[in-house]
C-alpha cells in the first residue's frame, strides 16, 4: 500500500482548490463593454507618478499641523516649523505666539521648546484653530 507523502497530498488539495476556484470564477467577472473607454475618463496612465508641486501658503510652511495639547489649561497645541525664522524673518518669528494669540477664539498661549504653542481655544476644533492661526499669520505678513 502506498502513502501520499506530505508534499504530494498539499499539491492535490491546491490542485483541486483551484479547480474549483476557475468553475465559477465566470459567475464574477464583471461584464465589460466593448464601447467604453479602456481608462477613467479625466485621467491619464502613470499621471500620479509623475513628480508636481504641491500648493502650499507661507503660513501652511511655518504652522504645520494641529493636535490636542496636553498640558493643563490648554486645548491645542500647533506645531511650528523650524524654518520660522527663515521664512518669516527673525521680528515676525519672535512674536508668532502674540500673532496666534490675538486671533478671535484664542484666550491663551504658551511655548513648550521651540515648535511646540500650546493654545487654550475651547469650542474651537483643531481644523478651525489652524485655519484661524494660519489666517492670522498671513494677515500679519500682508502688513
Known amino acids: 500500500m502506498a502513502h501520499a507523502s506530505g508534499d504530494d497530498r498539499k499539491d492535490g488539495v491546491l490542485s483541486t482548490l483551484a479547480q ?31 513628480p508636481a508641486a504641491a500648493p502650499s501658503t507661507v503660513a501652511a510652511a511655518v504652522l504645520i499641523d494641529c493636535g490636542t495639547s496636553r498640558r493643563d489649561g490648554f486645548t491645542h497645541v500647533l506645531w511650528v516649523s523650524p524654518s520660522v525664522e527663515s521664512v518669516l524673518g527673525s521680528a515676525a518669528a519672535e512674536r508668532i505666539g502674540e500673532i496666534v494669540g490675538s486671533v478671535d477664539g484664542i484666550t491663551a498661549y504658551d511655548w513648550e521648546g521651540l515648535d511646540h504653542l500650546h493654545v487654550r481655544a475651547a469650542g ?15 494677515a500679519h505678513r500682508a502688513r
Open 124 to 138: 474651537m476644533d483643531h481644523t478651525d484653530v489652524l485655519r484661524a492661526a494660519r489666517a492670522a499669520v498671513e
Open 20 to 50: 474549483g476556484l476557475e468553475r465559477g470564477a465566470d459567475a464574477f467577472t464583471p461584464a465589460r463593454d466593448e464601447d467604453a473607454p479602456a481608462d477613467l475618463p479625466g485621467r491619464r496612465r502613470g499621471e500620479h507618478l509623475a
